[in-house]
């Protein structure tokens, strides 16, 4: 029995996260030993994964206290702690090791010297946002990284194209798109809201993501409240979690805006989004955002800023959605172009039905395994 070992920062959370269980998922149901390991401790591991897929992480505490005595006690722990698991790790001769994200999961993972068979994944448009040069000394360093990798995985061709120019082609970089359960989606869109009512005659727009910088809520929270005239024709609910979630409810109570609606994360937001007349991206960057393609799955006529894997699902002239610029003013114009000509709902509708075909679950999912079943032996 082949063992193979995956990590990433947390286990839930994010499209990330998704990939992460669906991949655990399918190296499982082929017989695989695996061990998930996270960089901080997650109490729903039980929840999420089967008693046969073994778990440990870094540390119990992902840090954030505001006492500078305790943060650098947790950062002296967090650096043994990594010794010893880095130690234990090595020893463990791994047939397949696994970072399923960028940044610290794959420098920690380089560091496994008794493992040549290495895959890492890169979520994220680097000329958008290079956020692990924060991970890394210089460039040079994140490049004889990613060169300890067999196979690097890029979301979306733009990924790949970003990763060569701000980093360089390290040639072992292969584009695959996260695979996308239509199944599971619509089962879940099935269920009923019981805790959210849509108002009649309102045009509702959804957006699902992490409470942060990178979605740009701030963005769209800023153009909802420049939108007041409009404000009985349309509302707009945000669902998901994360740091910047009570700065954005206080601001939104500080605006007396009151057509958002920031509940917070929800277990199953499926049934909500089916509720939407529209999807609303708002993001600054992406690889290649999971939720888009779940809206199109669901058929939902889609509006999103123009980054990373949108011209893939949308056009490039935004033949099957509403491609928009990533600016409070740009918001604004895709939101009134839609109030204004309520034939674009249908329009889109019918659109976005095309895109369905592209996203098929097998293949993308035959596609990453073909990646990551390489014959060990032909690795030098």
């Known amino acids: 029995m082949k063992k193979v070992l995956v990590m990433n920062n947390t286990l839930h959370g994010g499209g990330v996260e998704r990939v992460l269980h669906d991949v655990v998922e399918q190296l499982e149901n082929k017989g695989y030993k695996i061990t998930v390991a996270t960089l901080y401790k997650d109490k729903k591991f039980k929840e999420l994964y089967s008693d046969k897929i073994h778990y ?9 206290n505001s006492n500078r005595i305790v943060r650098h006690i947790e ?4 650096k043994i702690s990594s010794l010893f698991y880095l130690i234990k790790f090595n020893l463990s001769f791994f047939d397949l090791v696994i970072a399923i994200k960028e940044g610290a999961s794959m420098l920690f993972l380089s560091r496994i010297i008794t493992c040549k068979n290495k895959v890492g994944w890169i979520h994220v448009d680097f000329e958008g946002m290079h956020w692990t040069k924060w991970i890394y000394r210089t460039p040079e360093q994140e490049f004889k990284c990613m060169m300890k990798y067999r196979k690097i995985i890029c979301v979306s061709e733009k990924v790949r194209k970003s990763v060569c120019h701000i980093v360089g082609d390290t ?16 089962k879940k869109a099935e269920e ?8 009649a005659h309102r045009i509702l727009f959804v957006t699902i993501g992490r409470m942060h910088y990178q979605k740009g809520y701030d963005l769209l929270i800023e153009a909802v409240d420049r939108l007041k005239q409009y404000e009985n024709q349309f509302e707009v609910l945000i669902l998901g979690e994360g740091p910047e979630l009570e700065k ?7 605006k007396s805006i009151q057509n958002i609606y920031i509940p917070g994360s929800k ?3 499926y049934k909500y989004l089916k509720m939407a007349d529209w999807f609303l991206s708002t993001s600054r960057y992406e690889g290649y955002s999971l939720v888009s393609q779940e809206a199109a799955v669901l058929g939902k006529p889609i509006i999103a800023t123009n980054c990373s894997g949108v011209p ?8 099957f959605g509403i491609v928009i610029d990533c600016s409070v003013e740009a918001i604004c114009e895709g939101i009134q172009k839609v109030l204004q000509n309520r034939e674009l709902q249908k329009y889109y509708q019918d659109k976005i039905l095309h895109r369905q075909k592209i996203i098929s679950y097998d293949e993308r999912m035959k596609a990453i395994m073909e990646v990551l079943e390489h014959d060990e032996k032909n690795i030098s």
């Open 192 to 199: 009923p809201v019981e805790d959210f009512e849509k108002k």
């Open 75 to 78: 950062r002296i722990r967090f």
């Open 312 to 319: 893939e699902l949308l056009g490039e002239k935004s033949e």
């Open 171 to 186: 040639g072992n970089l292969v584009v695959r798109y996260n695979p996308i359960d239509k199944n599971r989606i619509l």
């Open 248 to 254: 954005y409810r206080k601001i939104i109570k500080e």
């Open 56 to 64: 440990c992480w870094i540390s119990g505490n992902p840090g954030g």
């Open 267 to 269: 277990e199953n937001p």
